[in-house]
Protein backbone atom coordinates (compact mmCIF):
# COMPACT_ATOMS: atom_id res chain seq x y z
CA UNK A 1 0.00 0.00 0.00
CA UNK A 2 1.58 3.60 -0.97
CA UNK A 3 2.32 5.73 1.99
CA UNK A 4 -0.18 8.23 1.02
CA UNK A 5 -3.26 6.04 0.64
CA UNK A 6 -2.41 4.83 4.20
CA UNK A 7 -2.24 7.93 5.63
CA UNK A 8 -5.09 9.19 4.12
CA UNK A 9 -7.31 6.25 4.90
CA UNK A 10 -5.75 6.27 8.49
CA UNK A 11 -6.68 10.11 9.04
CA UNK A 12 -10.43 8.85 7.50
CA UNK A 13 -10.77 5.99 9.88
CA UNK A 14 -9.84 8.16 12.79
CA UNK A 15 -11.90 11.43 11.39
CA UNK A 16 -15.18 8.57 11.40
CA UNK A 17 -14.43 7.29 14.77
CA UNK A 18 -14.78 11.34 16.11
CA UNK A 19 -17.93 11.68 14.65
CA UNK A 20 -19.24 8.68 15.69
CA UNK A 21 -17.96 8.76 19.16
CA UNK A 22 -19.23 12.69 19.73
CA UNK A 23 -22.66 12.50 17.85
CA UNK A 24 -23.39 9.27 19.99
CA UNK A 25 -22.62 11.38 23.28
CA UNK A 26 -24.57 13.90 22.96
CA UNK A 27 -27.99 11.74 23.77
CA UNK A 28 -26.46 10.23 26.50
CA UNK A 29 -26.86 11.22 30.10
CA UNK A 30 -24.22 10.86 32.63
CA UNK A 31 -23.81 7.50 33.45
CA UNK A 32 -23.12 6.42 37.05
CA UNK A 33 -19.03 6.30 37.50
CA UNK A 34 -19.03 10.18 36.06
CA UNK A 35 -21.28 11.69 38.79
CA UNK A 36 -17.96 10.81 40.47
CA UNK A 37 -15.27 11.69 38.43
CA UNK A 38 -16.43 15.06 37.11
CA UNK A 39 -17.18 16.63 40.06
CA UNK A 40 -13.82 15.25 41.58
CA UNK A 41 -11.91 16.50 39.09
CA UNK A 42 -13.29 19.98 38.93
CA UNK A 43 -12.46 20.12 43.11
CA UNK A 44 -9.26 18.61 42.05
CA UNK A 45 -8.48 21.85 39.98
CA UNK A 46 -10.37 24.41 41.51
CA UNK A 47 -9.90 23.89 45.04
CA UNK A 48 -6.64 21.83 45.27
CA UNK A 49 -7.75 19.09 47.48
CA UNK A 50 -7.76 15.30 47.15
CA UNK A 51 -10.52 14.30 49.47
CA UNK A 52 -12.68 13.10 46.96
CA UNK A 53 -12.57 9.95 45.11
CA UNK A 54 -9.22 8.92 46.31
CA UNK A 55 -9.52 5.58 44.98
CA UNK A 56 -8.95 6.36 41.30
CA UNK A 57 -5.86 8.44 39.51
CA UNK A 58 -6.16 12.41 39.38
CA UNK A 59 -4.87 12.77 35.87
CA UNK A 60 -8.01 12.24 33.94
CA UNK A 61 -10.67 13.87 35.63
CA UNK A 62 -7.75 16.47 35.73
CA UNK A 63 -8.13 16.25 32.12
CA UNK A 64 -12.09 16.54 32.29
CA UNK A 65 -12.53 19.56 34.40
CA UNK A 66 -9.97 21.71 32.31
CA UNK A 67 -12.95 23.11 30.16
CA UNK A 68 -14.83 23.38 33.02
CA UNK A 69 -12.41 26.09 34.53
CA UNK A 70 -14.10 28.70 32.01
CA UNK A 71 -17.43 28.10 33.35
CA UNK A 72 -19.28 29.47 35.72
CA UNK A 73 -19.92 26.50 38.19
CA UNK A 74 -21.28 26.65 41.93
CA UNK A 75 -18.76 24.87 44.60
CA UNK A 76 -20.39 25.69 48.00
CA UNK A 77 -16.89 24.97 50.26
CA UNK A 78 -19.74 24.17 53.26
CA UNK A 79 -21.92 21.52 51.89
CA UNK A 80 -21.48 18.66 54.54
CA UNK A 81 -20.20 16.53 51.42
CA UNK A 82 -17.53 18.36 50.99
CA UNK A 83 -16.59 19.80 54.62
CA UNK A 84 -17.94 17.61 57.35
CA UNK A 85 -14.66 15.43 58.78
CA UNK A 86 -17.73 12.41 59.57
CA UNK A 87 -18.73 12.50 56.18
CA UNK A 88 -15.29 10.79 54.24
CA UNK A 89 -15.02 10.37 50.57
CA UNK A 90 -19.06 11.34 50.01
CA UNK A 91 -18.19 10.95 46.29
CA UNK A 92 -21.74 10.30 45.02
CA UNK A 93 -23.63 12.72 47.28
CA UNK A 94 -20.32 15.82 46.74
CA UNK A 95 -20.98 14.64 42.90
CA UNK A 96 -25.07 14.82 43.40
CA UNK A 97 -25.22 17.96 44.75
CA UNK A 98 -22.53 19.61 42.21
CA UNK A 99 -24.33 18.13 39.17
CA UNK A 100 -27.80 18.90 40.22
CA UNK A 101 -28.47 20.92 43.76
CA UNK A 102 -26.60 23.64 43.23
CA UNK A 103 -28.05 25.72 40.44
CA UNK A 104 -25.39 24.34 37.69
CA UNK A 105 -26.30 23.44 34.21
CA UNK A 106 -25.57 19.61 34.03
CA UNK A 107 -25.65 18.99 30.21
CA UNK A 108 -23.47 21.92 29.64
CA UNK A 109 -20.71 20.49 32.97
CA UNK A 110 -21.30 16.70 30.90
CA UNK A 111 -20.97 18.29 27.46
CA UNK A 112 -17.33 19.95 27.72
CA UNK A 113 -15.76 17.38 30.48
CA UNK A 114 -16.42 14.70 27.98
CA UNK A 115 -14.85 16.44 24.89
CA UNK A 116 -11.55 16.00 26.37
CA UNK A 117 -12.29 12.42 26.89
CA UNK A 118 -12.88 12.19 23.00
CA UNK A 119 -9.25 13.70 22.45
CA UNK A 120 -7.83 11.48 24.24
CA UNK A 121 -9.57 8.32 22.48
CA UNK A 122 -8.26 9.88 19.05
CA UNK A 123 -4.68 10.17 19.93
CA UNK A 124 -4.59 6.67 21.30
CA UNK A 125 -6.15 5.40 17.52
CA UNK A 126 -3.34 7.48 15.90
CA UNK A 127 -0.77 6.25 18.54
CA UNK A 128 -1.88 2.31 17.80
CA UNK A 129 -1.82 3.14 14.49
CA UNK A 130 1.78 5.05 14.15
CA UNK A 131 3.37 1.96 16.23
CA UNK A 132 1.88 -0.65 14.30
CA UNK A 133 3.01 0.80 10.96
CA UNK A 134 6.78 1.29 12.37
CA UNK A 135 6.57 -1.99 13.62
CA UNK A 136 4.43 -4.86 11.65
CA UNK A 137 3.94 -2.61 8.16
CA UNK A 138 1.04 -0.56 6.54
CA UNK A 139 -1.48 -3.34 5.90
CA UNK A 140 -1.20 -4.32 9.67
CA UNK A 141 -1.44 -0.84 10.90
CA UNK A 142 -4.58 -0.45 8.94
CA UNK A 143 -6.02 -3.73 9.85
CA UNK A 144 -5.41 -3.11 13.48
CA UNK A 145 -6.63 0.51 13.35
CA UNK A 146 -9.82 -0.50 11.44
CA UNK A 147 -10.65 -3.11 14.50
CA UNK A 148 -10.04 -0.26 16.74
CA UNK A 149 -11.82 2.59 15.09
CA UNK A 150 -15.40 0.42 14.91
CA UNK A 151 -14.89 -1.36 18.18
CA UNK A 152 -18.06 -1.02 19.82
CA UNK A 153 -16.74 -1.14 23.47
CA UNK A 154 -14.13 1.98 22.48
CA UNK A 155 -16.58 3.49 20.98
CA UNK A 156 -18.89 3.33 23.66
CA UNK A 157 -16.88 3.98 26.58
CA UNK A 158 -13.80 6.30 24.79
CA UNK A 159 -16.60 9.63 25.56
CA UNK A 160 -17.10 8.86 28.62
CA UNK A 161 -15.14 10.62 31.89
CA UNK A 162 -13.57 7.72 33.00
CA UNK A 163 -10.38 6.03 33.73
CA UNK A 164 -10.64 3.04 31.33
CA UNK A 165 -9.67 4.77 28.27
CA UNK A 166 -6.71 6.28 30.00
CA UNK A 167 -5.69 2.81 31.43
CA UNK A 168 -5.25 1.28 28.14
CA UNK A 169 -3.69 4.63 26.04
CA UNK A 170 -1.19 4.89 29.40
CA UNK A 171 -0.34 0.79 28.58
CA UNK A 172 0.32 1.21 24.62
CA UNK A 173 2.82 4.43 25.55
CA UNK A 174 4.60 3.29 28.53
CA UNK A 175 5.34 -0.11 26.56
CA UNK A 176 6.17 1.51 23.18
CA UNK A 177 9.01 3.78 25.28
CA UNK A 178 10.03 0.88 27.52
CA UNK A 179 10.90 -1.16 24.36
CA UNK A 180 12.74 1.96 22.87
CA UNK A 181 15.00 1.99 26.35
CA UNK A 182 15.27 -1.83 26.12
CA UNK A 183 16.95 -2.07 22.41
CA UNK A 184 18.43 1.12 22.49
CA UNK A 185 19.22 2.50 26.30
CA UNK A 186 20.25 6.01 25.91
CA UNK A 187 20.02 8.46 28.30
CA UNK A 188 17.13 10.29 26.54
CA UNK A 189 15.34 6.96 25.98
CA UNK A 190 15.69 5.73 29.42
CA UNK A 191 14.29 9.86 30.72
CA UNK A 192 11.13 9.02 28.43
CA UNK A 193 10.84 5.78 29.43
CA UNK A 194 10.63 7.03 32.75
CA UNK A 195 8.11 9.79 31.74
CA UNK A 196 5.90 7.44 30.11
CA UNK A 197 5.93 5.33 33.27
CA UNK A 198 4.93 8.15 35.29
CA UNK A 199 1.63 8.77 33.31
CA UNK A 200 0.77 5.37 32.76
CA UNK A 201 1.09 5.29 36.61
CA UNK A 202 -1.05 7.69 37.21
CA UNK A 203 -3.73 6.67 35.29
CA UNK A 204 -5.01 3.71 36.70
CA UNK A 205 -4.10 1.68 39.35
CA UNK A 206 -4.25 -1.32 37.84
CA UNK A 207 -1.44 -0.43 35.72
CA UNK A 208 0.87 -0.94 38.73
CA UNK A 209 0.92 -3.88 36.42
CA UNK A 210 3.73 -2.47 34.20
CA UNK A 211 6.13 -2.81 37.06
CA UNK A 212 6.21 -6.81 37.29
CA UNK A 213 5.70 -6.88 33.08
CA UNK A 214 8.82 -4.85 32.54
CA UNK A 215 11.02 -6.57 34.95
CA UNK A 216 10.12 -9.71 33.26
CA UNK A 217 10.83 -8.55 29.38
CA UNK A 218 13.51 -6.82 30.64
CA UNK A 219 15.23 -9.54 32.40
CA UNK A 220 14.11 -11.75 29.44
CA UNK A 221 15.95 -9.54 27.02
CA UNK A 222 19.39 -9.18 29.10
CA UNK A 223 19.31 -12.46 29.75
CA UNK A 224 19.14 -13.74 26.00
CA UNK A 225 21.22 -10.75 25.07
CA UNK A 226 23.99 -11.52 27.18
CA UNK A 227 23.37 -7.73 28.15
CA UNK A 228 25.36 -6.12 31.59
CA UNK A 229 22.10 -6.66 34.05
CA UNK A 230 24.25 -3.91 35.99
CA UNK A 231 23.70 -1.39 33.50
CA UNK A 232 20.18 -2.38 32.97
CA UNK A 233 19.07 -2.05 36.50
CA UNK A 234 20.64 0.75 37.04
CA UNK A 235 18.77 2.71 33.97
CA UNK A 236 15.64 0.75 35.17
CA UNK A 237 15.68 2.61 38.68
CA UNK A 238 16.67 5.71 36.47
CA UNK A 239 13.63 5.15 35.33
CA UNK A 240 11.36 4.62 37.86
CA UNK A 241 13.28 7.54 39.63
CA UNK A 242 12.27 9.64 36.49
CA UNK A 243 8.47 8.98 36.97
CA UNK A 244 8.53 9.39 40.45
CA UNK A 245 9.94 12.94 40.89
CA UNK A 246 8.46 14.97 37.75
CA UNK A 247 5.32 13.10 37.53
CA UNK A 248 3.68 11.10 40.42
CA UNK A 249 4.91 13.44 42.97
CA UNK A 250 4.50 16.65 41.56
CA UNK A 251 0.82 15.59 40.16
CA UNK A 252 0.00 14.26 43.99
CA UNK A 253 1.57 17.45 45.52
CA UNK A 254 -0.80 20.00 43.76
CA UNK A 255 -3.55 17.69 45.05
CA UNK A 256 -2.78 17.57 47.89
CA UNK A 257 -2.03 21.86 48.74
CA UNK A 258 -5.18 22.49 50.35
CA UNK A 259 -6.15 19.59 51.78
CA UNK A 260 -5.31 20.03 55.10
CA UNK A 261 -3.36 17.84 56.89
CA UNK A 262 -4.89 16.87 59.95
CA UNK A 263 -7.84 16.31 57.86
CA UNK A 264 -5.88 14.29 55.31
CA UNK A 265 -4.99 11.49 58.06
CA UNK A 266 -8.30 11.38 60.04
CA UNK A 267 -9.71 10.31 56.59
CA UNK A 268 -6.95 7.93 55.56
CA UNK A 269 -7.11 6.65 59.25
CA UNK A 270 -11.29 5.79 58.50
CA UNK A 271 -10.57 4.58 55.15
CA UNK A 272 -8.37 2.24 55.70
CA UNK A 273 -9.62 0.93 59.61
CA UNK A 274 -10.57 -2.50 57.65
CA UNK A 275 -7.51 -2.99 55.04
CA UNK A 276 -6.04 -5.68 55.66
CA UNK A 277 -2.58 -4.65 54.57
CA UNK A 278 -1.57 -4.12 57.58
CA UNK A 279 2.13 -2.58 57.73
CA UNK A 280 1.21 -0.57 54.37
CA UNK A 281 -1.73 0.76 56.32
CA UNK A 282 0.37 1.87 59.11
CA UNK A 283 3.36 3.17 56.85
CA UNK A 284 0.12 5.48 54.75
CA UNK A 285 -1.08 6.75 58.08
CA UNK A 286 2.09 7.92 59.41
CA UNK A 287 3.05 9.56 55.91
CA UNK A 288 -0.76 11.27 55.75
CA UNK A 289 0.13 14.04 57.60
CA UNK A 290 3.90 14.89 57.03
CA UNK A 291 4.48 17.83 54.64
CA UNK A 292 7.06 15.83 52.20
CA UNK A 293 5.63 12.39 52.40
CA UNK A 294 1.48 13.41 52.14
CA UNK A 295 1.36 13.30 48.56
CA UNK A 296 3.03 9.42 48.28
CA UNK A 297 1.53 8.91 51.16
CA UNK A 298 -2.22 9.51 49.36
CA UNK A 299 -0.88 7.60 46.29
CA UNK A 300 -0.20 4.71 48.79
CA UNK A 301 -4.07 4.88 49.83
CA UNK A 302 -5.42 5.09 46.28
CA UNK A 303 -3.51 2.25 45.87
CA UNK A 304 -4.75 0.12 48.97
CA UNK A 305 -7.97 0.93 48.34
CA UNK A 306 -7.86 -0.18 44.73
CA UNK A 307 -6.17 -3.38 45.81
CA UNK A 308 -8.73 -3.98 48.46
CA UNK A 309 -11.67 -3.65 46.05
CA UNK A 310 -10.17 -5.89 43.63
CA UNK A 311 -10.22 -8.66 46.30
CA UNK A 312 -13.41 -7.94 48.11
CA UNK A 313 -15.60 -7.62 44.87
CA UNK A 314 -19.20 -5.82 44.15
CA UNK A 315 -22.34 -7.61 43.99
CA UNK A 316 -23.54 -7.77 40.47
CA UNK A 317 -26.22 -9.82 38.21
CA UNK A 318 -24.36 -12.40 35.82
CA UNK A 319 -26.21 -14.99 33.40
CA UNK A 320 -29.30 -14.86 35.61
CA UNK A 321 -27.63 -14.71 38.83
CA UNK A 322 -26.75 -12.29 41.59
CA UNK A 323 -23.92 -12.89 43.88
CA UNK A 324 -21.29 -10.29 45.46
CA UNK A 325 -18.28 -13.12 44.70
CA UNK A 326 -16.88 -13.12 41.88
CA UNK A 327 -17.15 -15.59 38.50
CA UNK A 328 -13.07 -16.98 37.17
CA UNK A 329 -14.89 -17.22 34.02
CA UNK A 330 -16.83 -13.94 34.02
CA UNK A 331 -14.36 -11.64 31.90
CA UNK A 332 -13.73 -14.31 29.06
CA UNK A 333 -17.80 -14.38 28.80
CA UNK A 334 -18.10 -10.81 28.94
CA UNK A 335 -14.76 -10.48 26.49
CA UNK A 336 -16.56 -12.92 23.89
CA UNK A 337 -20.31 -11.76 23.93
CA UNK A 338 -18.81 -7.89 23.66
CA UNK A 339 -16.93 -8.31 20.89
CA UNK A 340 -18.09 -8.44 17.50
CA UNK A 341 -18.35 -12.42 16.42
CA UNK A 342 -16.50 -11.57 13.52
CA UNK A 343 -13.91 -10.45 15.82
CA UNK A 344 -13.80 -14.09 17.26
CA UNK A 345 -13.96 -15.74 13.71
CA UNK A 346 -10.57 -13.40 12.57
CA UNK A 347 -9.01 -14.29 16.09
CA UNK A 348 -9.73 -18.40 14.83
CA UNK A 349 -8.43 -17.93 11.68
CA UNK A 350 -5.10 -16.22 13.05
CA UNK A 351 -4.49 -18.94 15.42
CA UNK A 352 -4.89 -21.52 12.58
CA UNK A 353 -2.47 -19.85 10.41
CA UNK A 354 -0.29 -19.05 13.65
CA UNK A 355 -0.20 -23.34 13.44
CA UNK A 356 0.54 -23.72 10.15
CA UNK A 357 3.17 -21.55 10.30
CA UNK A 358 4.51 -23.65 13.15
CA UNK A 359 3.73 -27.08 11.24
CA UNK A 360 5.71 -25.76 8.17
CA UNK A 361 8.19 -24.88 10.42
CA UNK A 362 8.86 -27.50 12.95
CA UNK A 363 9.80 -26.11 16.47
CA UNK A 364 10.32 -29.47 17.68
CA UNK A 365 13.82 -28.93 15.59
CA UNK A 366 16.35 -27.12 18.00
CA UNK A 367 13.28 -26.01 20.16
CA UNK A 368 15.72 -24.07 22.41
CA UNK A 369 17.69 -22.43 19.91
CA UNK A 370 14.71 -21.38 17.71
CA UNK A 371 12.39 -20.01 20.70
CA UNK A 372 15.17 -17.34 21.46
CA UNK A 373 15.80 -16.61 17.76
CA UNK A 374 11.84 -15.74 17.43
CA UNK A 375 12.01 -13.86 20.70
CA UNK A 376 15.01 -11.84 19.63
CA UNK A 377 13.58 -11.39 16.36
CA UNK A 378 9.92 -10.75 17.63
CA UNK A 379 10.53 -8.63 20.95
CA UNK A 380 7.70 -6.56 20.44
CA UNK A 381 5.57 -9.53 19.59
CA UNK A 382 6.66 -11.87 22.83
CA UNK A 383 6.78 -8.57 25.31
CA UNK A 384 2.62 -8.13 24.43
CA UNK A 385 1.95 -11.82 24.90
CA UNK A 386 3.66 -11.96 28.49
CA UNK A 387 1.46 -8.68 29.09
CA UNK A 388 -2.06 -10.20 27.91
CA UNK A 389 -1.00 -13.28 29.65
CA UNK A 390 -0.54 -11.23 33.26
CA UNK A 391 -3.53 -9.22 32.90
CA UNK A 392 -5.84 -12.01 31.56
CA UNK A 393 -4.52 -13.72 34.99
CA UNK A 394 -5.08 -11.02 37.42
CA UNK A 395 -8.24 -10.48 35.75
CA UNK A 396 -9.69 -13.69 36.33
CA UNK A 397 -8.35 -14.56 39.75
CA UNK A 398 -9.47 -10.98 40.93
CA UNK A 399 -12.94 -10.04 42.12
CA UNK A 400 -13.71 -6.97 40.56
CA UNK A 401 -16.73 -8.28 38.07
CA UNK A 402 -17.43 -4.65 37.13
CA UNK A 403 -17.67 -4.88 32.94
CA UNK A 404 -15.30 -5.20 30.31
CA UNK A 405 -14.49 -2.10 30.43
CA UNK A 406 -11.72 -3.40 32.94
CA UNK A 407 -10.32 -5.54 30.31
CA UNK A 408 -9.53 -2.61 28.02
CA UNK A 409 -5.79 -2.64 27.96
CA UNK A 410 -6.35 -6.38 26.63
CA UNK A 411 -7.59 -5.26 23.22
CA UNK A 412 -4.43 -3.41 21.13
CA UNK A 413 -2.18 -5.69 21.78
CA UNK A 414 -4.83 -8.59 20.61
CA UNK A 415 -5.83 -6.88 17.46
CA UNK A 416 -2.01 -6.39 16.90
CA UNK A 417 -1.74 -10.01 17.14
CA UNK A 418 -4.21 -11.11 15.16
CA UNK A 419 -3.98 -8.67 12.51
CA UNK A 420 -0.18 -10.22 12.34
CA UNK A 421 -0.94 -13.82 11.99
CA UNK A 422 -3.13 -12.96 9.78
CA UNK A 423 -0.61 -11.10 7.05
CA UNK A 424 2.34 -13.48 8.60
CA UNK A 425 0.36 -16.87 7.68
CA UNK A 426 -1.05 -15.05 4.10
CA UNK A 427 2.81 -14.58 3.66
CA UNK A 428 3.58 -18.19 3.86
CA UNK A 429 0.56 -19.50 1.88
CA UNK A 430 2.05 -20.43 -2.01
CA UNK A 431 -1.62 -21.67 -3.61
CA UNK A 432 -3.19 -18.34 -5.38
CA UNK A 433 -6.58 -19.92 -4.97
CA UNK A 434 -5.97 -20.52 -1.47
CA UNK A 435 -5.22 -17.23 -0.61
CA UNK A 436 -7.28 -15.25 -2.77
CA UNK A 437 -10.64 -17.15 -1.26
CA UNK A 438 -8.87 -16.42 2.06
CA UNK A 439 -8.58 -12.75 1.35
CA UNK A 440 -11.87 -12.31 0.63
CA UNK A 441 -13.08 -14.15 3.94
CA UNK A 442 -11.09 -11.18 5.63
CA UNK A 443 -12.49 -8.54 3.60
CA UNK A 444 -16.05 -10.01 4.07
CA UNK A 445 -15.26 -10.30 7.94
CA UNK A 446 -14.34 -7.51 8.35
CA UNK A 447 -17.37 -6.18 6.30
CA UNK A 448 -19.34 -8.14 8.83
CA UNK A 449 -17.56 -6.48 12.24
CA UNK A 450 -17.94 -2.65 11.03
CA UNK A 451 -22.10 -3.57 10.25
CA UNK A 452 -22.61 -4.79 13.34
CA UNK A 453 -21.03 -2.39 15.63
CA UNK A 454 -22.48 0.13 13.25
CA UNK A 455 -26.16 -1.78 13.90
CA UNK A 456 -25.73 -0.55 17.92
CA UNK A 457 -25.64 2.89 17.00
CA UNK A 458 -26.00 5.37 18.94
CA UNK A 459 -26.05 2.62 21.57
CA UNK A 460 -22.81 1.30 21.78
CA UNK A 461 -22.53 0.91 24.93
CA UNK A 462 -25.16 -1.94 25.21
CA UNK A 463 -23.97 -3.88 22.39
CA UNK A 464 -23.91 -7.69 22.78
CA UNK A 465 -22.94 -9.34 19.47
CA UNK A 466 -25.01 -12.12 17.95
CA UNK A 467 -24.37 -14.73 20.62
CA UNK A 468 -25.58 -12.07 23.19
CA UNK A 469 -28.93 -11.83 21.97
CA UNK A 470 -27.64 -8.13 20.11
CA UNK A 471 -27.80 -5.31 21.08
CA UNK A 472 -31.66 -5.89 21.91
CA UNK A 473 -31.39 -8.46 24.32
CA UNK A 474 -27.72 -8.86 25.93
CA UNK A 475 -29.27 -7.36 28.85
CA UNK A 476 -30.35 -11.15 29.94
CA UNK A 477 -26.69 -11.71 30.22
CA UNK A 478 -24.85 -8.74 31.97
CA UNK A 479 -25.93 -5.19 32.96
CA UNK A 480 -24.11 -2.58 34.72
CA UNK A 481 -21.42 -0.98 32.05
CA UNK A 482 -21.69 -3.46 29.90
CA UNK A 483 -25.22 -2.68 29.59
CA UNK A 484 -26.79 -0.03 31.17
CA UNK A 485 -24.85 2.21 33.18
CA UNK A 486 -27.65 5.21 33.16
CA UNK A 487 -27.15 6.64 29.65
CA UNK A 488 -30.96 6.78 28.51
CA UNK A 489 -31.93 9.11 31.09
CA UNK A 490 -32.58 11.91 28.66
CA UNK A 491 -34.21 9.75 26.51
CA UNK A 492 -36.62 9.16 28.78
CA UNK A 493 -37.16 12.76 29.27
CA UNK A 494 -37.57 12.60 25.57
CA UNK A 495 -40.11 9.80 25.68
CA UNK A 496 -42.23 11.03 28.29
CA UNK A 497 -42.89 14.38 26.75
CA UNK A 498 -43.17 12.70 23.17
CA UNK A 499 -46.03 10.89 24.85
CA UNK A 500 -47.52 13.58 27.01
CA UNK A 501 -47.11 11.61 30.01
CA UNK A 502 -47.89 13.69 33.08
CA UNK A 503 -46.37 10.97 35.54
CA UNK A 504 -43.86 8.42 35.87
CA UNK A 505 -43.04 6.40 38.35
CA UNK A 506 -39.10 5.73 38.15
CA UNK A 507 -36.55 3.15 39.12
CA UNK A 508 -33.03 4.74 37.74
CA UNK A 509 -29.37 3.08 38.14
CA UNK A 510 -26.76 5.80 36.67
CA UNK A 511 -25.17 9.31 37.25
CA UNK A 512 -28.51 11.32 35.56
CA UNK A 513 -30.82 12.64 38.32
CA UNK A 514 -34.75 11.34 37.39
CA UNK A 515 -36.26 14.59 39.24
CA UNK A 516 -33.59 17.37 37.18
CA UNK A 517 -35.07 15.97 33.91
CA UNK A 518 -38.52 15.16 34.59
CA UNK A 519 -38.76 17.61 37.09
CA UNK A 520 -42.95 17.33 38.43
CA UNK A 521 -43.76 14.38 36.25
CA UNK A 522 -41.22 12.22 38.52
CA UNK A 523 -42.04 10.17 41.09
CA UNK A 524 -39.72 7.69 42.73
CA UNK A 525 -40.14 4.01 43.08
CA UNK A 526 -37.99 1.10 44.74
CA UNK A 527 -37.98 -2.26 43.36
CA UNK A 528 -37.84 -4.39 46.97
CA UNK A 529 -41.62 -2.02 47.60
CA UNK A 530 -43.78 -4.43 47.71
CA UNK A 531 -45.74 -4.87 44.17
CA UNK A 532 -49.11 -4.37 45.66
CA UNK A 533 -48.12 -0.85 46.79
CA UNK A 534 -47.80 0.52 42.91
CA UNK A 535 -50.84 2.77 42.09
CA UNK A 536 -52.32 1.11 39.19
CA UNK A 537 -53.10 3.03 35.70
CA UNK A 538 -49.55 4.36 35.94
CA UNK A 539 -46.15 4.09 34.15
CA UNK A 540 -43.02 2.83 35.41
CA UNK A 541 -39.86 2.80 34.31
CA UNK A 542 -37.33 0.74 35.50
CA UNK A 543 -33.53 0.65 34.89
CA UNK A 544 -32.10 -2.37 33.17
CA UNK A 545 -29.45 -2.91 36.21
CA UNK A 546 -32.21 -2.98 38.73
CA UNK A 547 -34.45 -4.70 36.76
CA UNK A 548 -32.58 -8.15 36.12
CA UNK A 549 -30.90 -7.27 39.83
CA UNK A 550 -34.87 -8.06 40.98
CA UNK A 551 -35.26 -10.72 38.70
CA UNK A 552 -31.67 -12.84 39.10
CA UNK A 553 -31.49 -16.09 41.82
CA UNK A 554 -28.89 -15.39 44.75
CA UNK A 555 -25.78 -17.41 44.61
CA UNK A 556 -22.86 -17.42 46.43
CA UNK A 557 -23.64 -16.67 50.12
CA UNK A 558 -25.57 -13.23 48.45
CA UNK A 559 -28.49 -12.78 51.30
CA UNK A 560 -29.10 -9.37 49.97
CA UNK A 561 -32.63 -9.16 47.87
CA UNK A 562 -33.68 -10.42 44.86
CA UNK A 563 -36.48 -11.48 43.56
CA UNK A 564 -38.33 -8.52 43.96
CA UNK A 565 -39.02 -7.91 39.85
CA UNK A 566 -40.45 -10.82 38.86
CA UNK A 567 -43.34 -9.55 39.31
CA UNK A 568 -43.07 -7.67 35.92
CA UNK A 569 -42.75 -10.49 34.11
CA UNK A 570 -46.50 -10.50 33.91
CA UNK A 571 -46.44 -7.50 32.01
CA UNK A 572 -44.50 -6.63 28.13
CA UNK A 573 -42.57 -3.24 28.33
CA UNK A 574 -44.98 -0.99 26.22
CA UNK A 575 -41.49 0.96 25.00
CA UNK A 576 -37.95 1.44 25.71
CA UNK A 577 -36.20 4.80 26.53
CA UNK A 578 -33.03 4.26 24.38
CA UNK A 579 -31.92 0.50 25.73
CA UNK A 580 -31.28 0.49 28.54
CA UNK A 581 -34.74 1.69 30.34
CA UNK A 582 -37.76 -0.41 30.32
CA UNK A 583 -41.30 1.27 30.49
CA UNK A 584 -44.39 -0.34 31.71
CA UNK A 585 -47.76 0.31 32.25
CA UNK A 586 -49.73 -1.30 35.04
CA UNK A 587 -53.23 -1.40 34.45
CA UNK A 588 -55.82 -0.95 36.88
Not at 271 to 286: D, M, Y
Not at 308 to 316: A, E, H, K, L, M
Not at 496 to 521: H, P, S
Not at 527 to 533: C, I, K, Q
Request: glycine share 6%.
Amino acid sequence: MKEKIVNFSAALLIAIMFLLSFSSYLGDSLTMDELSHIPAGYSYLSQKDYRINQAHHPLIQDLAAIPLLFLKINFHSDSPSWSDPKEVNSQWWFGEELMYNYGNNADQIIFWARLPMILLLIFLAWFIFRWTKKEFGNWVAIFVLMLFVFSPNFLAHGHLVTTDIGATLGLVLATYFWLNFIKKPSIKNVIIAGLALGVALCLKFSLILLIPFFGIITLVYLFLKKENLIKYLFLSVLAGVVAIVFIIYPLYQFHVWNYPPERQKSDTVFTLQSSPFGPLKNLCVWMSDKPILRAPGHYLLGLLMATQRVGSGNTIYFLDKVSAAAWWYYFPVVYFLKNPLSFHVLTFLALILFLFFLIKKPVWVQPLKRLKEWILGNFTVFSMIVFLAIYWFTSIIGKLNLGVRHIFPVFPFTFILVGLAIEKGFAEIKNRGLLKALNILVILLMVWYVLSSLNSYPYFLSYFNEAGGGTKNGYLYAVDSNYDWGQDLKRLQKWVETKKIDKIYVDYFGGGNAKYYLKEKFYPWSGTTLPENFPKGNYLAVSATFLQGGKGFAVKKYDGPTGYYRWLDAYEPVDRAGTSIFIYFIPE
